[in-house]
């Protein structure tokens, strides 16, 4: 899984711009592009999308330094890619959104397992239930950022890799909704 010159630049500037576009978010609670961004690196880039997952996991740990979250974050954006990977085929906008909107609904659940080895049932779960508002608002902006950018996004990402002379799955499986 060798990467071109080209590659680690782009890599590194989605990685980059996925952490403006969330810290330019950053007033709105729990809405952010993150989500779309790494669905969209999954299904376009393969394999591959873990290095501007990364870019972007290694930025937020450069300016907001270290903490229970940041082993979340080893993992949780992993678990969406490869959601996302398994069903790059899907055309429908809707169904992107569902997924995104699945995903910021079950952000909390899915950091539970570092609350649980770090402080027991009792903390996992008192952590998860007072964060369900947070998940609910995460929610509905994933969902509605990937209804409205998903398809227009996925297009262009999928345009620049052709131009770049590289093919990743979206040129894979038959599309199906």
Not at 18 to 26: H, L, P
Not at 138 to 160: Q, T, W
């Amino acid at each position: 899984m060798g990467l071109s010159l080209s590659e680690v630049a782009l890599f590194g500037i989605l990685g980059g711009l996925t952490f403006a576009a969330k810290v330019a978010m950053a007033g709105l609670a729990n809405i952010e592009p993150v989500s779309l961004m790494v669905m969209l690196f999954a299904v376009t880039f393969g394999r591959k999308a873990v290095y501007p997952i990364y870019v972007y996991v290694l930025m937020e740990y450069v300016m907001f330094g270290f903490g229970l979250w940041s082993l979340n974050y080893l993992y949780i954006w992993l678990v969406l890619a490869a959601a996302a990977w398994l069903l790059r085929g899907m055309t429908n906008p809707f169904g992107w959104a569902l997924l995104s909107g699945i995903f910021g609904l079950l952000f909390g659940a899915l950091c539970a397992p570092v609350d649980l080895f770090v402080g027991g049932w009792s903390y996992a779960a008192a952590k998860w239930v007072s964060g369900i508002p947070f998940d609910v608002a995460h929610c509905a902006g994933n969902f509605a950022i990937a209804l409205l950018l998903f398809v227009p996004v996925r297009k262009v990402l999928e345009k620049l890799y052709r131009r770049m002379g590289k093919s990743g799955p979206a040129e894979g499986p038959p599309k199906k909704d």
